[in-house]
């Protein structure tokens, strides 16, 4: 570890440690010392609540290696709490969690994945760069809906097979710097803002270059193999922190028209419909292991009250503020707890709470929701 980064890690500690100093020390032990089962054991041991010390450290601009630890620490911790009922009083502390912490943010050369234990993320790509050209490893359903598109974006997909047939390293990297090629052309598609692609098998070879999205996974980290990386070598830019970050996704656009995508070479495009329902509208993207949809609820309404009983809950607010009513059974005949969101908000809900979204605002409230079985996400 460089100078700046000792100092760095010193100062997060004492910052830390003011408030939760006993949980504080343990996080940075494990940090030392990944591979320890002790040092694991000692910060998950507090249950929910180590998630307030485990909330500052990933406010930090972490290498992604240590990010990813800490938010796998936070997934077991989660994992054990939704393994049970979970109380109203709870589950509000789940949400404020979420809330205060954000996204985790994760920096790559042509990137900065903005993510949450939970699988649902968005990508803030460079122009002209992107994904390598990979394939799953393993089952991973991954919804993207393109919000917007620089210069030069554009999402690739194709069966493996063909991808066999056709690629060839040196053709292909001239094709990347512009050289028409049939062969690679017919597997290239530029989205309009809202289009959904849905990756749901293996052997589906995909990438985006150049586009803003949001991504719905079962689960948040990589499980692919890399068929043609162009970013290997690359460094991340020194301009790439939370700061920019946040005040990158504050700008996002929310699409209000959306389309499904589907094939290779010959695609099927069909617009997705929104719905009406109490309060407004929602429009679903998919609903599968991952259930990805967008939601528009009109000034001084709300939504039906809902629980679902088997998946969590995250919204992510995109426009319009208001408060998210959460409360467990034992709650619901007395005055309704909630929680206050704006703009660019994330409130996580665990399975069996009852919740209601409140528009309180001016204009409409939008936002993107994202519902995944615990036993699926938390893995």
């Known amino acids: 570890m460089t100078l700046p980064a000792k100092n760095a890690s010193r100062a997060r500690l004492h910052r830390s440690m003011n408030r939760y100093s006993g ?48 938010e796998a620490l936070v997934k077991v911790i989660l994992r054990e709490a939704m393994a049970k009922p979970v109380s109203g009083h709870d589950a509000r502390e789940v949400a404020l969690f979420q809330k205060e912490l954000g996204f985790i943010f994760k920096y790559k050369s042509y990137t900065i994945k903005a993510a949450t234990p939970v699988g649902y993320s968005i990508f803030l790509q460079n122009e002209r760069e992107g994904f390598s050209f990979q394939q799953h490893v393993e089952h991973k359903l991954e919804v993207f809906h393109i919000l917007s598109i620089k210069p030069g974006g554009y999402v690739f997909l ?42 749901s098998e293996l052997g589906v070879v995909h990438t985006v270059i150049g586009c803003v999205l949001e991504e719905y996974a079962t689960v948040s980290t990589d499980m692919v193999d890399r068929l043609h990386d162009q970013n290997a070598g690359k460094k991340i830019p020194p301009d790439f922190n939370r700061t920019n970050a946040e005040a990158a996704l504050r700008e996002v656009p929310s699409p209000l028209q959306h389309r499904m995508v589907r094939g290779f070479g010959d695609r099927q495009i069909e617009r997705i419909e929104p719905v009406a329902m109490p309060g407004g509208e929602c429009a679903v993207l998919c609903d599968s292991f991952v259930r990805a949809a967008r939601y528009t609820i009109q ?26 009513i959460m409360a467990d059974s034992s709650e619901v005949g007395g005055p309704l707890p909630s929680i206050a969101y704006s703009r660019g908000d994330l409130i996580l809900i665990p399975p069996g709470i009852h919740y209601s979204v409140r528009n309180e605002s001016q204009d409409y409230v939008r936002y993107s929701e994202h519902r995944i079985a615990p036993d699926v996400a938390f893995i």
């Open 23 to 70: 949980i504080s020390v343990e996080i940075e032990k494990y940090l030392q010392d990944p591979k320890s089962s002790k040092q694991r054991h000692d910060v998950v041991s507090h249950g929910l609540g180590s998630l307030p010390a485990l909330r500052d450290f990933l406010r930090e601009d972490l290498p992604i290696e240590s990010a990813e630890r800490l």
């Open 299 to 324: 000034r001084g309404k709300q939504t039906t009250l809902e629980r679902d009983d088997k998946r969590a809950v995250l919204l992510r607010i995109s426009s319009g503020q208001g408060s998210v």
């Open 158 to 199: 194709c069966d493996h097979r063909d991808w066999k047939k056709a690629y060839d390293p040196r053709s292909f990297a001239d094709w990347q710097a512009g050289e028409p090629n049939q062969a690679y052309d017919c597997f290239k598609f530029v989205p309009a803002a809202g289009d959904v692609f849905v990756i």
